[in-house]
């Protein structure tokens, strides 16, 4: 996002969950946890006020919506945290609108994916992000953000 040296404002960041997420909570308990989406979106944001930036959450089953998002993000906000989901495995199209960003995102999985099946092993998205976040469930979120904010406050002129 462009900065208006006259006024500071805190970093914006988004976070966008992709599809199947808008489940958690009943789908697959023994592997993406028992919280659901909403209980995540609440303790993502507690940690963008403790840290003084804010956060915009959203969740999308649909493809061209997450790329919108992400072009949104890229014009609008400092950072993007990203969990694309399947699509993860299977969107070149997500995975090019990764690539364009000019700001930096971090792709978070709930699950381990190097401990699923070898579909699941193969991100198209990751390469295109900072950083990659798995196996540590909500925590992998709050450590994104927790990153992001530290990197965009290094940044600051
Ligand atoms: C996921 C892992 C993906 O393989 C899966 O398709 C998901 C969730 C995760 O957060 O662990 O939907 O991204």
Do not use: F, K
């Amino acid at each position: 996002m462009p900065s208006d040296p006259g006024q500071p404002r805190a970093p914006a960041l988004v976070v966008l969950h992709g599809p199947n997420l808008d489940r958690l909570g009943s789908r697959e308990p023994e592997i993406y946890g028992t919280l659901r989406l909403s209980e995540v979106d609440a303790a993502i944001e507690a940690e963008a006020r403790a840290l003084g930036i804010s956060v915009t959450c959203r969740q999308s089953n649909h493809e061209g919506q997450l790329i919108e998002w992400v072009h949104e993000a890229d014009d609008h906000a400092d950072g993007l945290v990203v969990n694309p989901a399947g699509y993860t495995h299977t969107s070149v199209a997500l995975a090019d609108a990764l690539a364009a960003l000019r700001i930096p995102a971090v792709e978070v999985h709930l699950s381990n994916l190097y401990a699923r099946n070898s579909m699941r092993h193969t991100s198209l998205t990751g390469a295109h992000c900072a950083g990659v976040v798995m196996g540590l469930g909500l925590d992998g979120y709050l450590l994104a953000i927790r990153y992001l904010s530290r990197r965009l406050a290094a940044e600051a002129p």
